[in-house]
């Protein structure tokens, strides 16, 4: 019989083998980098483009990023998209505040064919008439059916509170921006975030050096010379913002404030202060709000990263007639952690729960390069994980109350709640 | 190929380990033959709620989460009609941890009031959060009833209603878990870079003392073929017009199963099938539209479904629609148009067995529909259908009385 009341002995976790990708230099600004330890046919790449929200006015980098594909002088939509599946592709493409992503998943042996067809597509694409129509109606819909959503709703309302100052970043759209999009600015949008707008490039799969040496070439003529600047100061405005939605059986709640992304001697301790609050399953969050008091099926904190800054959020969607006891709880915890130390074994739960997960995050070819992107992205080497597993080591529970301290205040809180 | 070893212990639990050297991680993987279908129809919801209760607490160990955080690892589960499927991925080294908290909430589970009181709560917000606060979110409530009549999939995983969560009391959890949560009902996966033996031995440590249950017997009634054409129309304060076709088709061991999920792909799986590129490019009818099976064990559905453009009609559409499908039964499908269609399922294929907890899942489920190594031969099956079998599946299933139409009409139409 085995001993069932003595958890089993457990191995901690000390060092992580990190792989970085190879890195080839398109132009002095604009990187290649190729990650080949993908074990199986498998192959993805990912174009970015300096071509995100903040770069034009309202919906056009929206609208140009959803007709890349909608054909050219001697294709149309439907002729790019057969040429895409019948390699076997899947398409991903977006935008954000920062960028714009096309990314392809598809079998190593139909990448550059795939690869190909995308960048005739992006170079060539002419923005017929009948296509932007079509694009438009479409997203109007779904604006529309978002707008019934009590998530999509905070979401809005929270933003705009979150980039208060920097109009470019706040941008929600209405519905009369999806009316009268005119076929000259969405032109003059990919004339110079396409055509002149690829920042980076990256390929996952397991192809040998010459090749991705030919697949270079493929791209000389749409390198960006320089890479405009992006705001580094954005600024939230606090405060608490309650609308009613008739007919809503729940409330979402949003509330966050901008902070800072990792060149911030703080980033990484702070990450752990949002771990104990609501990153994971047994957070205080969940612990109290889902747990105890049966108010959500989910409600979790995170960091976001831009290039310049960064921000943290808390959201949940909890029944309606207990949203205001919900941000009561949500209050409780920010202060308890600023009043009280965390237990020496809270913290051990989440420095092995942290490092478990940074074990996983660094766990097959796919996951280390999305890693690696995310140090890559504020200048910084794989050496940054490393130092986060002695952050991790290290931290006391003094740093953590001091962090919270700094940073949790409820009043510098900007809240929203829909529903 | 996807290598598994399997055995079985003395109280009939069904081990497979899969042998992954190129992780650090591990993953516990442990399906339970019990699903919607199992619950009575005065009690639905129960399975999922069920899982929920997994989490509160077993005999010997005050909290499943935590441990487990503790050694690095996190975890999840999933309800469907058929099945329970829960799993925990952890660091290698420490996957001891997730075998003694499997194996002891498979002995037997706290059962405090507390936790059920809490989960009930909790599973009524997912009700609100996912099937009632959100545009379109009862469709599948609504759907389920037209074209089941007597078998148990006429209820959705998260229940008929509210009330039946409201209304579970300790006794029924208690004996849920007695008829369900017991060796013989389970299938243990554990994927990673282990040896053989030492999963023989962990696996005999943890899960081998646990007492034998009796293998429940399950005698659902069969769905009778679908005779006749059935449509409903439901009005929603949703802003735009939305249609669902449910076609029945033959069970997940049918011969023709992948045939039907093949012709799925034909109809509406990218932007070159068929239904997108006539009814949303050519004729402008509509703003999206897709087609895919439920994938469900016992007689399931082929979907197609979508949304009108504004100023289009229902009756509009199903003309076209009905064309459209009208050319499948008539005309073969081209060489050329199959192997686009094959393309793309190897390679979805290939980006699903990625990672190693999609390869657990995978061995499970074929497990319990039989043999965990048919997921080897899924493949080759794919490649040896033809044309000759898609024209003949077509005329058997995209037929009008074969047919259940669902109509979300947009009660406040500006």
């Not at chain 1, 192809?207 to 010379?225: D, G, H, K, M, V």
């Not at chain 1, 390069?369 to 794989?382: M, Q, V, W, Y």
């Not at chain 2, 709620?49 to 010997?60: A, I, R, Y």
């Not at chain 2, 690892?73 to 075998?99: C, Q």
Request: proline content about 3%.
């Amino acid at each position: 019989m085995p001993n069932r009341n003595l958890q089993p002995e457990l191995v901690a976790i000390d060092a992580i083998d990190f792989v970085a990708p190879k890195k080839y230099d398109l132009s002095p600004t604009v990187p290649l980098y190729h990650m080949k330890e993908v074990q199986n046919e498998t192959s993805r790449f990912d174009l970015y483009f300096d071509a995100g929200n903040c770069r034009g006015e309202k919906g056009t980098p929206g609208f140009t990023n959803g007709l890349l594909l909608s054909g050219t002088p001697t294709k149309t939509s439907v002729q790019i998209q057969e040429e895409i599946n019948s390699l076997g592709g899947f398409l991903e493409s977006g935008v954000s505040v920062e960028n714009a992503t096309v990314s392809m998943y598809c079998l190593r042996e139909n990448l550059k064919s795939i690869l190909n067809t995308i960048l005739d597509a992006i170079k060539h694409v002419d923005f017929k008439e009948d296509e932007i129509k079509e694009l438009c109606a479409d997203r109007k819909q779904k604006w529309r059916i978002n707008q019934e959503k009590v998530a999509t709703r905070a979401q809005q309302e929270f933003r705009s509170k979150l980039f208060s100052s920097n109009d470019r970043y706040a941008i929600t759209l209405e519905e009369k921006d999806f009316d009268n999009v005119q076929q000259s600015d969405l032109k003059e949008f990919h004339e110079k975030f396409y055509l002149q707008g690829l920042t980076k490039v990256v390929i996952v799969g397991n192809f040998e050096e010459e090749t991705i040496l030919e697949i270079a070439e493929y791209f000389n003529q749409f390198l960006a010379s320089e890479i405009g600047d992006f705001d580094p100061n954005v600024l939230h405005e606090p405060g608490i913002q309650k609308i009613d939605k008739e007919g809503a059986l729940q409330t979402a709640i949003r509330a966050g404030r901008m902070l800072f992304n990792k060149n911030h001697p703080d980033y990484l301790d702070f990450l752990f202060v949002n771990t104990i609050l609501g990153d994971y399953f047994g957070s205080r969050l969940m612990a109290n709000i889902r747990e105890d008091k049966g108010y959500t099926y989910g409600i979790g904190s995170m960091v976001a990263e831009l290039d310049g800054t960064g921000y943290f959020l808390m959201a949940t969607e909890v029944g309606k007639e207990v949203r205001d006891e919900t941000l009561k709880e949500i209050q409780f915890e920010l202060t308890r952690l600023q009043t009280e130390l965390v237990p020496e074994d809270e913290m051990q739960l989440v420095r092995n729960y942290v490092l478990g997960q940074l074990l996983k995050s660094a766990d097959g070819a796919y996951a280390m390069t999305d890693l690696f992107l995310s140090a890559e992205l504020h200048g910084k080497t794989l050496d940054f994980y490393n130092d986060a597993i002695k952050s991790i080591h290290g931290i006391t529970p003094e740093r953590v109350q001091e962090l919270a301290k700094k940073y949790l205040k409820w009043e510098y809180m900007a809240v929203v709640a829909v529903g | 190929m996807i290598q598994f070893d399997r055995f079985k212990l003395d109280n009939g639990l069904t081990v497979l380990f899969h042998k992954d050297t190129t992780t650090p991680m591990a993953v516990v993987n442990i399906l339970y033959n019990v699903g919607a279908r199992d619950e009575s129809e005065d009690k639905t919801g129960f399975a999922h709620l069920f899982e929920h209760l997994m989490f509160g607490g077993s005999v010997n160990i005050p909290e499943f989460d935590t441990p487990l955080q503790l050694a690095g690892g996190e975890n999840n589960a999933f309800t469907s009609n058929d099945i329970t499927n829960y799993y925990d991925v952890l660091p290698v080294n420490n996957i001891e941890t997730a075998l003694w908290l499997e194996s002891d909430r498979m002995l037997s589970l706290a059962f405090t009031p507390k936790s059920l009181e809490v989960q009930r709560s909790v599973v009524i917000e997912e009700f609100k959060q996912r099937y009632l606060n959100q545009p379109y979110g009862d469709v599948w409530l609504e759907l389920r009833p037209e074209v089941y009549k007597i078998h148990p999939y006429k209820w959705a995983t998260i229940g008929k209603e509210i009330k039946h969560i409201e209304e579970a009391t300790m006794e029924d959890v208690k004996g849920f878990f007695n008829k369900f949560y017991h060796p013989a009902n389970a299938i243990l996966c554990i994927g990673g870079n282990l040896e053989l033996d030492e999963v023989k031995r962990l696996t005999t440590k943890w899960f081998g003392d646990i007492p034998a249950g009796e293998i429940n017997k399950r005698d659902l009634p069969k769905e009778p073929k679908q005779t006749e054409f059935r449509e409903k129309t439901i009005e929603r304060a949703v802003p735009t017009d939305a249609f669902y076709y449910a076609f029945r088709m033959e069970d997940r061991l049918h011969p023709d199963y992948l045939v039907y999920d093949t012709l799925s792909d034909i109809l509406g799986r990218d932007k070159s099938s068929r239904l997108y590129k006539s009814l949303k490019k050519e004729l402008g009818l509509v703003s999206n539209i897709s087609a895919y099976v439920t994938g469900s064990i016992d007689s399931g559905l082929l979907i197609i479904s979508g949304k009108l453009n504004d100023g289009v009609t229902f009756d509009q559409l199903d003309e076209a629609f009905w064309k459209e499908l009208d050319k499948l039964l008539n005309s073969k499908v081209s060489d050329e148009e199959l192997s686009r269609i094959m393309v793309k399922i190897r390679t979805s294929n290939e980006f699903q067995h990625q990672a190693v907890l999609n390869r657990a899942m995978a061995l499970c489920m074929n497990e319990l529909l039989g043999d965990a190594d048919m997921i080897n031969h899924e493949s080759e099956k794919y490649a040896a259908i033809t044309a000759d079998d898609l024209q003949r599946v077509a005329a058997s299933t995209l037929i009008k009385t074969n047919c259940t139409l669902l109509n979300v009409k947009a009660s406040h139409a500006e």
